[in-house]
């Protein structure tokens, strides 16, 4: 054998040796090359045959990742990351120690959706370096190896709350209430455009603002104003919808909207008709009642918890300030409350000539003796106002074609209606006055 392997790696040695060789020898060392030779070539058919099945095995394996990546995911959410060191595991525990133990890397501590949690050595097909505690992944039903990372789980109606376009509303279409325009300002907009104005003064702005007054006294359209200024999201919300039917539902949709904000921050929630869930608590054997109880509990802890982010302003409405739970409106949580009392007399001139300026109005209309004249009147019912009489106006020029525009003219006509009542199984008659209408038309 060492004779051939020196004829093999030697050209001369035919030369050099061949002539002292004698015929025994020259017949054993062609016989050993030849064994030789038949040694290496089955080695090489070994080969190739694991060659060819280490292409079917590869290719078997894609074929598997490529129907796990088909099939549905298990989803699962990560628990925790941890960061793998298996050089000092081996000099505490010995040598003998797991091939997974010796992984070097991030290892993932994950809990599925059937409530199991599931210690995994090897990430998967994600990048380990991408993924956070809290993240939501698909994982194969199997291995639970992550296969892929999924967007973040919200309820639909969370979503629906979102206001897609900005509100085109302005601090110019609100009449008559500057000093709340001030106090909303300084509450809610300055602590998003000059936060550092804040943190040189060293004071922390205020989280929540709550507006109370009657209806139709401009809540909604300062809240619409005020996110109009900024460009923050705009979620509204409203108190009925977060009374749901099931333990833990309502909870769930303000958890769900305060994370959403905290994904699109900055963002401002509104809330309207908070009164809905902010009630005062009391002993109640009811289940509705808990329910409702739960649901504002998780707001409070949503204000002011742990998890509370600044970037995130509160401002919710109601015309029933009085029967709100303390801890809702205490400081540092809805910090500034904001009245909306009805119009006085220069507001109520102020708000009919904002709603009129889009009219065509006759020179002659006096605003402030119709603001004189329109007492007790809020802003919702000025508007009502204007709106009335451009649809009388509209009904005189259809009907007697006098003018091809029809010109508004306001003045006071009080009107009076009957009503029927039924009490007793008897029939009540009562005249009672109505509000006056302050529309008539000068064709």
Request: aromatic share 4%; hydrophobic share 35%.
């Amino acid at each position: 054998m060492a004779t051939a392997t020196a004829m093999a790696e030697d050209p001369n040695f035919e030369d050099d040796q061949l002539s002292s060789m004698s015929t025994d020898d020259i017949i054993r060392a062609s016989r050993l090359l030849d064994n030789e030779i038949r040694i290496l070539k089955d080695e090489l058919h070994r080969s190739n045959l694991e060659l060819e099945s280490c292409k079917e095995k590869i290719k078997e394996n894609q074929e598997k990742i490529k129907l796990n990546k088909q099939l549905p995911y298990l989803v699962g959410n990560i628990v925790e990351i941890l960061e793998m060191n298996p050089e000092e595991e081996a000099e505490e525990d010995g040598a003998n120690v797991d091939l997974d133990s010796q992984r070097k890397g991030k290892c993932v501590v994950l809990k599925t959706s059937t409530r199991q949690t599931i210690f995994l050595p090897v990430v998967g097909l994600v990048d380990p370096d991408k993924l956070k505690p809290g993240d939501l992944v698909g994982v194969n039903k199997d291995s639970y190896l992550i296969l892929d990372t999924l967007p973040s789980e919200y309820d639909s109606r969370v979503k629906a709350m979102e206001v897609d376009e900005k509100p085109t509303e302005d601090y110019n279409d609100i009449g008559g209430l500057e000093k709340q325009i001030q106090e909303l300002v300084e509450a809610i907009v300055l602590p998003m455009s000059h936060k550092d104005r804040f943190q040189k003064l060293g004071i922390r702005p205020p989280k929540g603002v709550l507006l109370y007054g009657p209806p139709g006294t401009g809540k909604t359209l300062m809240a619409r104003a005020c996110a109009a200024q900024t460009n923050a999201t705009f979620l509204k919300l409203a108190g009925p919808q977060l009374v749901q039917m099931f333990i833990g539902d309502g909870a769930k949709l303000v958890r769900d909207a305060f994370q959403l904000a905290k994904e699109k921050s900055p963002c401002i929630i509104f809330i309207d008709e908070i009164d809905a869930i902010g009630t005062k608590r009391f002993d109640s054997e009811v289940s509705g009642d808990r329910e409702v109880q739960r649901t504002m509990l998780e707001l409070l802890n949503q204000l002011d918890g742990f998890s509370s982010d600044d970037s995130i302003k509160v401002i919710a409405a109601t015309n029933r300030a009085d029967i709100l739970d303390p801890a809702l409106v205490r400081s540092g949580r809805l910090d500034r409350k904001i009245e909306f009392p009805h119009p006085s007399e220069e507001a109520r001139a102020r708000i009919l000539q904002i709603h009129s300026r889009k009219m065509n109005v006759h020179p002659d209309v006096n605003f402030e003796e119709l603001a004189r004249s329109t007492d007790d009147f809020n802003g919702a019912q000025l508007k009502a106002v204007c709106v009335e009489a451009g649809m009388l106006a509209l009904r005189r020029d259809a009907t007697e074609k006098k003018k091809k525009r029809a010109h508004l003219k306001l003045r006071n006509w009080p009107r009076r209606k009957r009503t029927t009542q039924y009490h007793g199984g008897r029939e009540m008659r009562a005249t009672e006055r109505r509000e006056p209408n302050w529309m008539a038309l000068r064709a």
